[in-house]
């Protein structure tokens, strides 16, 4: 059976192994529809890119759900582009950052942009290199872990409690959110959103949020409660609790994935990292070819709103269209035997696993910054590590997101 036959959102063979679909969907060429929900799969790098910068032809407002969105009927005479302002709290998930379109997307970035400034993220740098140890100090000095529990989770998750203020006696709980649940980075039951520590973020942040407007103060906490719009007006509430709860949402699985994703790859390659262990200055590199190999986010979604065309395909208005981060990341025009995993590739920071254009990743600086650190002092104070039983492993049955259920290793810390 030719794998493009097959249903690349419920087949669990591809939501576990997508990389024949993407080989497939590279002898073909850059824009494919595939059969089963009418979703044009855009597989090309160049192609992407041209999606993603044209917020005018196409709309994120089903980025998360994709053929799982459903949308209301236009009135006759409506544009889609109208329904989609008109109707917006009818539309599933509708109402986090991922989904906006300008001119609301550009005012809510500028938000987001004034909380993740080059000094906050100083800062909050030199908190993850506190926590990286600390975390590893809770490894057994001979034994075994589960590293998504052990350290990719909870680092991810405090970090950014960290950045956005949350006071150091909150961390703990904040904690307690991911054991329940295995790991954050397990994301949703059905494997299509979020994981559920997401839903902790809202009366969270209402909270507190609300406290500072009434009683600011000069920590972190009160800034995010004071932000204003570019125009100067104060946001609701629940504006800045979304920017909050997006942060977390969107920074904290994903990095968490590519943490697991690397130090997979150091145990199932321990000469790669005697390697980096001697040369450190080479592990952003290493950090970006892991981004660009085993892409957190497989793709995204876009509603056409007019008729267009993509690669010469013709896209009707209304059709979806998937942005394969995963696929291009892997386009040979731009990666040359991109099926090879290459830690000194010369290009692998041209990957495309944050975006592009206007939702591209307001966080990536931060995640690879703790992936930098995280692998730096792993590196430095963990003998190589062993997959306990590399058969076992999984990945989360999902068709947006990459990564492993759980990583269980067989480890000796050094000190």
């Not at 208005?317 to 981060?325: A, P």
Request: glycine content about 6%; overall charge negative.
């Amino acid at each position: 059976m030719n794998v493009l036959d097959r249903d690349f959102f419920t087949d669990p063979e591809l939501t576990q192994d997508p990389t024949p679909y993407y080989a497939a969907l590279r002898r073909l060429g850059p824009v494919f529809r595939e059969p089963h929900h009418g979703v044009f799969m855009v597989s090309g790098m160049e192609e992407m890119l041209a999606v993603y910068a044209d917020q005018v032809a196409f709309s994120a407002v089903v980025a998360p759900l994709g053929p799982l969105t459903k949308l209301p009927e236009p009135a006759e005479g409506e544009t889609l582009a109208e329904v989609i302002e008109r109707r917006r709290d009818e539309i599933p998930l509708a109402d986090l950052f991922a989904t906006f379109d300008p001119p609301r997307h550009g005012r809510h970035r500028a938000l987001l942009n004034k909380l993740l400034t080059p000094n906050r993220l100083k800062q909050n740098e030199e908190f993850m290199w506190t926590l990286a140890d600390r975390l590893i100090d809770e490894f057994p000095d001979r034994g075994e872990i589960e590293f998504s529990d052990a350290y990719a989770g909870p680092f991810t998750l405090l970090v950014i409690a960290d950045l956005l203020g949350v006071p150091s006696e909150h961390h703990e709980m904040f904690r307690s959110w991911i054991k329940g649940d295995g790991t954050a980075a397990a994301g949703s039951a059905d494997g299509s959103g979020p994981s559920p520590v997401f839903f902790h973020m809202y009366p969270y942040f209402t909270r507190y949020i609300e406290e500072r407007r009434s009683s600011p103060g000069n920590d972190v906490l009160s800034q995010l409660a004071t932000v204003r719009f570019p125009d100067g007006e104060l946001p609701e509430v629940m504006d800045v609790v979304r920017i909050a709860a997006f942060v977390f949402a969107a920074g904290q699985e994903t990095t968490a994935r590519l943490l697991s994703a690397g130090m997979r790859i150091f145990a199932e390659q321990p000469s790669l990292a005697d390697e980096l262990r001697a040369d450190p200055e080479a592990i952003p590199n290493f950090v970006e070819e892991c981004l660009r190999f085993e892409s957190p986010i497989k793709g995204s979604f876009r509603l056409a709103l007019r008729d267009t065309r993509i690669a010469g395909v013709d896209v009707p208005t209304g059709s979806m269209v998937m942005v394969m981060n995963g696929a291009a990341n892997r386009d040979p025009r731009v990666f040359e035997d991109g099926d090879r995993f290459d830690p000194r590739r010369a290009n692998a920071r041209r990957n495309i696993a944050f975006g592009h254009g206007a939702h591209f990743c307001a966080g990536a600086s931060l995640a690879r910054a703790e992936a930098r650190i995280s692998f730096q002092r792993l590196l430095a104070r963990v003998d190589n590590p062993k997959l306990v039983d590399p058969s076992a492993l999984t990945y989360t049955p999902s068709f947006l997101f990459r990564g492993l259920n759980a990583l269980p290793l067989r480890l000796r810390r050094r000190s």
